[in-house]
């Protein structure tokens, strides 16, 4: 597709139950990134693949979070016992990989809100 | 540790006027400086961006003043319009990490 994908764009779910959220990110971007941002809130970094290099995954908050990207595409955040901190919007961006010559920017997806109950 | 601060948390601006963002950063290896716009319900999106090989880059309304001496930029907007009004984030990067400011919560009051 031309933008960043992700679905959910809802889900409301019972503390203790296990959420999985859905990212498709642009075709030929080879970085996803996925961000937290609570309510007012600036973006919280949880994770980020690269290719096909080992992820970074120093931001997830404890290890009920954890994230797969399958055949360097898309990406599911699987959030085990969810509890009502997690409660937030779960952002997934991509950009193409950087080069020699700099950075680029990201396209974020739209988002999904996660409210746990 | 913040490796980005901005300022400030939120602003009001009459529609018109001149709104300014500011930021600032330590790590001097950051090779790539956006900004982002984002209104209620979506992602963040991309609204201008600068290398610190430039001071300054205007885009319509938009424009980054860029100070490498000092690890400060800011985002100024001309003519400020109700349609502004959002939330704007500051980012550095470096190679694939990105990190954010805190955020700026903008209203243009008509």
């Known amino acids: 597709g031309a933008g960043v994908s992700q679905s959910p764009s809802n889900k409301v779910t019972e503390k203790g139950k296990d959420v999985e959220l859905r990212c498709d990110p642009i075709?030929?971007?080879?970085?996803l990134y996925w961000y937290r941002q609570s309510l007012g809130q600036g973006l919280e970094f949880l994770i980020y693949f690269q290719g096909n290099s080992a992820p970074d995954k120093s931001g997830l908050p404890s290890d009920r979070f954890s994230a797969e990207r399958t055949g360097g595409s898309v990406s599911t955040l699987t959030i085990q016992r969810t509890q009502q901190e997690d409660s937030a919007v779960y952002l997934c961006a991509s950009s193409l990989a950087a080069t020699g010559g700099g950075s680029y920017g990201y396209t974020f997806g739209s988002g999904t809100r996660l409210t746990v109950v | 540790q913040q490796q980005v601060k901005q300022s400030p948390q939120s602003l009001i601006v009459q529609k018109g006027g001149i709104s300014i963002i500011n930021c600032a950063y330590e790590?001097?290896?950051?090779?790539?400086f956006p900004w982002y716009q984002q209104f209620p319900g979506k992602g963040p999106a991309l609204l201008i961006a600068i290398r610190p090989d430039v001071s300054e880059k205007k885009e319509g309304r938009f424009t980054i003043s860029f100070n490498k001496s000092a690890k400060q930029f800011s985002l100024h907007i001309m003519d400020s319009q109700p349609g502004d009004s959002a939330t704007y984030f500051c980012?550095?990067?470096?190679?694939?990490?990105?990190?954010f400011g805190t955020g700026t919560s903008l209203t243009v009051i008509p």
């Open positions: 980012a550095a990067s470096s190679g694939n990490q990105f990190y």
């Open positions: 790590n001097t290896a950051f090779d790539y």
């Open positions: 075709s030929g971007h080879t970085a």
